[in-house]
Nanobody, 125 residues
Framework: QLDESGGGLVQAGDSLRLSCAAS????????MGWFRRTPGKEREFVAG???????YYGDSVKGRFTISRDNAQNTVDLQMDMLKPEDTAVYYC?????????????????????WGKGTLVTVSS
């Protein structure tokens, strides 16, 4: 089970931190990621972190977002800085049983094992 928290309404340029708490899985054996979806658009990969801490980012968030994990707490966070209105979306935490590298293939949404219910982030201009 994945439970996201931290969404909300912010202004452009602000920061927000999302958190995902995992339960019922061997967290350290999972690659963790964040995806987002806006109405009328396909689900978009945002950021991922491999089982051993390697990170991988979508082009639209590179340099602004940072993903991290705490294997002792079974949590994965997404620090979002310099937010833009186009970052407005429902953000989903995702887990894939994988000890692969931090690469696009690892975070292919077709192979995700668990999804959270999502948390809404709204960025006003």
């Amino acid at each position: 089970q994945l439970d996201e928290s931290g969404g909300g309404l912010v202004q452009a340029g602000d920061s927000l931190r999302l958190s995902c708490a995992a339960s019922g899985l061997a967290f350290s054996n999972y690659a963790m990621g964040w995806f987002r979806r806006t109405p009328g658009k396909e689900r978009e990969f945002v950021a991922g972190i491999s089982w051993n801490g390697g990170t991988y980012y979508g082009d639209s968030v590179k340099g602004r977002f940072t993903i991290s994990r705490d294997n002792a707490q079974n949590t994965v966070d997404l620090q979002m800085d310099m937010l833009k209105p186009e970052d407005t979306a429902v953000y989903y935490c995702a887990a894939r049983h994988s000890t692969g590298p931090a690469a696009g293939s690892t975070f292919n949404d077709q192979y995700i094992d668990y999804w959270g219910k999502g948390t809404l982030v709204t960025v006003s201009s």
